[in-house]
């Protein structure tokens, strides 16, 4: 299918204009940008995303805000339905979006105004009902809340490059003194400095990297044992302890329909 060109919409008057596209296993969007921020909403699929400073994982029926000018490049892991809506900056600032990456919980409203936003044609000035449909989009997706789905990368070169290594074959098994051999450092100056350009401990960042790629495991359909035990957690029981307290969810029931409040 046809991709999107990067400054698709950046022109247009309207404060958001929402498209719908599927993408194959696999697919990839090199490192680009935009000048409206996106508001990427998977319908189904698993989407992961790197920046600079960081990595995300999207799970199925929750988004991800890529805020304009922030250069990123973005990787479908699954089969993925995908709603994009691309908001204008000026609107963005004003209802307080944030200033870097974020992954939401989406809600059964903002779901169905995505649904019918995608049919409002992307010209100015919008029919009365159309105009009404994108502020009301707009204020919600302001107000979701934010998930922790986020593993931040150092800027510090020999830090990076171990944190990508990790990143490609994550474990709870590598430990502090292992980092600190990837990174050319000795313990003590890589837990210092680990926490200097990340703003966590290492530990707290292994847990969470791997719990990035346990969502886009358990998005493809992996099971929770075998997930668990790739990822060097004692225990599926264990997993999920971990899982639901940082996910809010145990994982058997994360990827179905998410119910949040005032919906």
């Known amino acids: 299918m046809q ?4 400054d698709l919409y950046e022109n247009e008057a309207l404060d958001l204009v929402v498209t719908r596209r599927d993408y194959a ?4 969007f090199p490192r680009h940008s935009h000048l409206r921020g996106q508001f990427a909403y998977a319908a189904c699929g698993v989407i992961t995303v790197e920046t600079d ?3 995300w994982a999207v799970p199925p029926l929750r988004a991800i805000w890529v805020p304009a000018g922030v ?4 990787h479908m892991r699954g089969p993925v339905t995908m709603l994009n809506t691309y908001i204008r900056p000026q609107a963005s600032q ?5 200033v870097d990456c974020q992954v939401f919980g989406v809600s059964r409203l903002v779901r169905e105004l995505l649904e019918n936003a995608v049919n409002v044609p992307a010209c100015f000035p919008a029919k009365e009902r159309d105009s009404y449909l994108l502020g009301l989009l707009l204020h919600e997706i302001a107000k979701l809340p934010p998930l922790s789905l986020n593993a931040p990368m150092p800027d510090e070169p020999r830090l990076a ?10 474990s709870l098994e590598m430990g502090i003194d292992g980092m600190a051999e990837l990174s050319s450092m000795s313990r003590r100056t890589f837990t210092r400095q680990f926490r200097l350009h990340t703003g966590i401990s290492f530990i707290e960042w292994r847990q969470q990297a791997c719990l990035l790629a346990a969502v886009v495991q358990l998005g493809n359909g992996e099971s929770i044992t075998r997930v668990a035990m790739a990822l060097g957690f004692s225990s599926p029981s ?9 996910l809010g969810e145990n994982p058997s029931r994360y990827f179905l329909q998410p119910s949040l409040s005032g919906m």
């Open 3 to 6: 991709k999107e060109p990067y």
């Open 25 to 28: 296993d696999g697919e990839l």
């Open 53 to 55: 400073l960081g990595n």
């Open 71 to 74: 250069p990123h490049a973005m």
């Open 94 to 98: 004003l209802l307080g979006f944030p």
């Open 161 to 170: 490059r171990a944190c990508n290594a990790f990143l490609n074959a994550p």
């Open 238 to 246: 264990a997993f999920s302890t971990v899982f639901k307290s940082v």
